[in-house]
């Protein structure tokens, strides 16, 4: 009996789920583009990690670690920049 009160809240958890219609975002309105970007474009304050001289070659940033008794910050990603494939 448990089992199928189980499977039962199973398939109405699931079935409604289905039932909720998906919208989509409005799109923006060219006159309020320059409001909205001003919002979420990051300020100077946010973007201080591009004044860092990162090092693309893993070997140069070994051999410059050791020499000046550093450690290195390996920032390392797989797959595409966006997330996509």
Partial sequence: MCVV???TAGVVVLGSAV???AYAAEPVDPNRFEAIHSVIKPSAA?????????MASLWAARER????????LLWEMDGHPLGCV
């Avoid at 670690?65 to 290195?72: D, F, L, R, S, V």
């Fill in 5 to 7: 009160r189980w499977l």
């Fill in 46 to 54: 946010e973007e201080k990690w591009e004044q860092i001289p990162w």
């Fill in 65 to 72: 670690a050791a020499k000046e008794g550093k450690p290195i």
């Fill in 19 to 21: 039932l909720v219609p």
